[in-house]
């Protein structure tokens, strides 16, 4: 496995964890979509990763094997609304490209909607999910080494807390 990409994932699967079990639902989705966005940006070549990016990621390495009740384009949508506003209206959705995403943390029985631009969404299968398409996109760049080099080029520029601050 890619060490980088496995010890990287690791520290902020910790904070993300830590985020819902506390019950900051709202700071663990802001944390999750942007580390999903860093992950689109791990697997292109340019230095700077877009919102096609990000949807390619999901549809190779989310959507193919898990089954969420929502495409790519929702996903951005969401990913947009979450980071910006907080909120489950984004320029997407207003247009009617993407549908809203409201999360869940329980049943969904509570939660009854007859809205055809409406996803209910339970946090945990988004986080059980993107955790397992972390994996795929960890077993992918094993196997391509020109993709696992430009990867582990950009884990090394990223932050790091170090004690000489």
């Given at each position: 496995?890619?060490?980088?990409?496995?010890?990287?994932?690791?520290?902020?699967?910790?904070?993300?964890?830590?985020?819902?079990?506390?019950?900051?639902?709202?700071a663990?989705?802001?944390?999750?979509?942007?580390?999903?966005?860093?992950?689109?940006?791990?697997?292109?070549?340019?230095?700077?990763?877009?919102?096609?990016?990000?949807?390619?990621?999901?549809?190779?390495?989310?959507?193919?094997?898990?089954?969420?009740?929502?495409?790519?384009?929702?996903?951005?949508?969401?990913?947009?609304?979450?980071?910006?506003?907080?909120?489950?209206?984004?320029?997407?959705?207003?247009r009617?490209?993407?549908?809203?995403?409201?999360?869940?943390g329980?049943?969904?029985?509570?939660?009854?909607?007859?809205?055809?631009?409406?996803?209910?969404?339970?946090?945990?299968?988004?986080?059980?999910?993107?955790?397992?398409?972390?994996?795929?996109?960890?077993?992918?760049?094993?196997?391509?080494?020109?993709?696992?080099?430009?990867?582990?080029?950009k884990?090394?520029?990223?932050?790091?807390?170090t004690?000489?601050?």
């Amino acid at each position: 496995m890619p060490t980088k990409l496995v010890e990287h994932s690791s520290k902020t699967a910790e904070a993300v964890d830590l985020l819902f079990n506390q019950k900051h639902t709202e700071a663990g989705l802001v944390l999750l979509y942007a580390w999903i966005d860093r992950m689109a940006w791990l697997s292109v070549q340019d230095n700077e990763s877009t919102g096609q990016d990000f949807k390619n990621w999901i549809n190779k390495y989310l959507l193919s094997e898990y089954q969420l009740p929502c495409s790519a384009d929702d996903l951005w949508a969401a990913r947009c609304a979450i980071l910006h506003t907080g909120s489950p209206n984004a320029r997407d959705t207003n247009r009617g490209t993407a549908k809203r995403i409201l999360y869940y943390g329980g049943d969904t029985h509570k939660f009854v909607s007859n809205q055809e631009d409406l996803i209910m969404l339970k946090v945990k299968d988004l986080h059980v999910a993107f955790l397992g398409a972390i994996k795929n996109f960890a077993e992918h760049l094993n196997q391509n080494q020109s993709e696992l080099t430009v990867a582990n080029e950009k884990l090394d520029k990223i932050l790091k807390r170090t004690e000489q601050v």
